[in-house]
């Protein structure tokens, strides 16, 4: 009866259409003394300026992982040099050549894995390591699995059974680049979305390696099968030495389970992120491509994306610290002390949950009229790890350099998880029905 009523619930979904790559051939030169973030915070990025469409191979459900790899199909690497001449190089774990040979360099890298029916160069994740790489010399690495191809429950949970393996595939790969090339954890930011985000937790985990992850943000983790676990079994604060966390599409109605929403309605990191509420998305309908559930859980990457375009100096996606919506939306949450941003200009050193809103359409981000950007002396400068040999001598560690930023002192809140975690009951419906995979 569970089965069939999640059956029912699921055909009733929109099926996703795959999303075309903007065939952008042009390649960016990349200017080295270009300012790390844009000085004038009104600079805007057009989302569909930099894609650059490679000659990748097919999106095909192909589940034979490469060399000794349990789920992952490809590790695409690209760096400023890679970008010059071809678009991306693989990176193969059990193969430390393919790490010799490659540009990856010792510095900050990101790694970005996609979710549920994404692929490895979904045009999103080409549009952030554009910006990234535009950003800062870095490495930006994009882990391809096979995630499935339809929107159908059977193929959702197929999907969720591989996140584990993809995690352990993730942290083999962070193994082999600790080893050759000395890459410590805290360069690490590991950035998911929907499944990828529970699989950057589970990378976190994993023993092959010790290293402590620097950052890892959340963007929209999948809610389904993930709601009520232990901290063991998701994402969680304990897994970096900081955790981001953004929900875009995040509750939980007993009747209308996974036709409402994807992401998943828990507090998961040191800082958790709400905006508008972090159920729905305005702009977001049901004529979406992906209809309304979907384009508002494909929101949380928009606005990281979006988000790498202002500066502190802004008061775009400048939330405030609130106890809930309806007290936000009362109007009743203060400024508070310190600012804190939403993506990827995160204050690392304010731990809660916070809220904000955000316009219908691109650009999302709204400009706080009431507040003020903070007190820019209490921020942390911008500290960007450029090539191996700042790194190499000085020690990234000693640094404590997290994704561009130093990190003075590890929050106190860090001990043993956030302690936001929401309490609630959980109706078991469709949820936590592990004999339903397949
Ligand atoms: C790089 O940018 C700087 C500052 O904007 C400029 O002076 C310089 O000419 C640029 N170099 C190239 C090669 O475009
Ligand atoms: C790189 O950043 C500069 C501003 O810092 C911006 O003008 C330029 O358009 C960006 N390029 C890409 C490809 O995003
Ligand atoms: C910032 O950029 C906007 C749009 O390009 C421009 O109108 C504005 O004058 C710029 N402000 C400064 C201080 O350069
Ligand atoms: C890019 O290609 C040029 C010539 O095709 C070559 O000289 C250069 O070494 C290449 N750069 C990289 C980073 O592979
Ligand atoms: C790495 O480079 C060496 C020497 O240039 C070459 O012999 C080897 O085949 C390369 N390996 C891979 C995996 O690219
Ligand atoms: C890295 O080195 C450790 C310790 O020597 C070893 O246990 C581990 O298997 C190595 N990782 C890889 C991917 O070779
Ligand atoms: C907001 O504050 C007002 C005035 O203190 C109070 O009457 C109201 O109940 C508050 N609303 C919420 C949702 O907290």
């Not at 099926?15 to 390649?27: C, M, N, Q, S």
């Not at 650059?52 to 690497?77: C, Q, W």
């Not at 007290?327 to 002390?337: P, Q, T």
């Amino acid at each position: 009866m569970k089965l069939y009523d999640c059956l029912i619930v699921s055909l009733l979904l929109v099926a996703v259409t795959a999303v075309g790559i903007p065939d952008h051939k042009d390649r960016h030169e990349i200017n080295d003394s270009q300012p790390l973030r844009p000085s004038n915070s009104s600079q805007r990025f057009d989302p569909d300026a930099s894609v650059n469409s490679a000659d990748f191979p097919g999106n095909a459900e192909d589940i034979t992982p490469v060399g000794k790899m349990r789920m992952v199909k490809h590790f695409y690497l690209w760096t400023r040099n890679t970008m010059k001449n071809k678009s991306y190089e693989l990176l193969n774990p059990s193969d430390v050549d393919t790490i010799i040979n490659s540009t990856f360099r010792v510095r900050t890298t990101y790694i970005i894995i996609h979710g549920f029916l994404g692929w490895g160069y979904e045009p999103w994740i080409l549009q952030l390591k554009d910006k990234l790489l535009n950003m800062s010399d870095c490495n930006v690495i994009s882990v391809d699995w096979p995630a499935g191809t339809e929107w159908f429950l059977p193929t959702y949970y197929i999907a969720v059974n591989r996140v584990q393996s993809v995690g352990y595939d993730c942290a083999h790969l962070l193994s082999a680049l600790a080893n050759t090339t000395g890459l410590s954890g805290v360069d690490v930011h590991l950035i998911g979305h929907s499944l990828g985000a529970h699989a950057a937790g589970f990378t976190a985990k994993d023993k092959q390696t010790n290293l402590r992850i620097g950052r890892i943000t959340g963007l929209d983790p999948a809610g389904l099968m993930y709601r009520g676990k232990s901290a063991k079994h998701r994402l969680d604060s304990s897994d970096a030495v900081y955790v981001d966390v953004m929900h875009t599409n995040g509750c939980y109605n007993f009747w209308t389970a996974w036709t409402d929403c994807y992401g998943i309605n828990e507090n998961l990191g040191h800082s958790d992120f709400w905006p508008n509420g972090g159920e729905h998305q305005p702009g977001c309908t049901a004529s979406d491509a992906n209809g309304e559930i979907g384009c508002s859980h494909e929101m949380a990457y928009r606005y990281y994306i979006e988000s790498l375009n202002y500066g502190w100096d802004s008061t775009y996606f400048l939330t405030r610290s609130c106890a809930s919506w309806m007290i936000y939306s009362a109007g009743n949450c203060s400024c508070g002390e310190e600012a804190q941003y939403m993506g990827f200009f995160v204050n690392t050193q304010l731990p809660g949950r916070f809220y904000l809103t955000t316009n219908h359409f691109f650009p999302y981000a709204q400009e706080d009229t009431v507040c003020s950007p903070g007190n820019r002396n209490n921020r942390t400068i911008i500290l960007i790890l450029a090539g191996s040999g700042l790194a190499g001598a000085v020690g990234v560690g000693l640094l404590g350099a997290v994704v561009g930023y130093t990190l003075k002192k590890r929050q106190k809140s860090e001990d043993g998880g956030s302690g936001l975690v929401t309490e609630e009951v959980q109706p078991s419906y469709c949820d936590d029905d592990r004999s339903l995979v397949p």
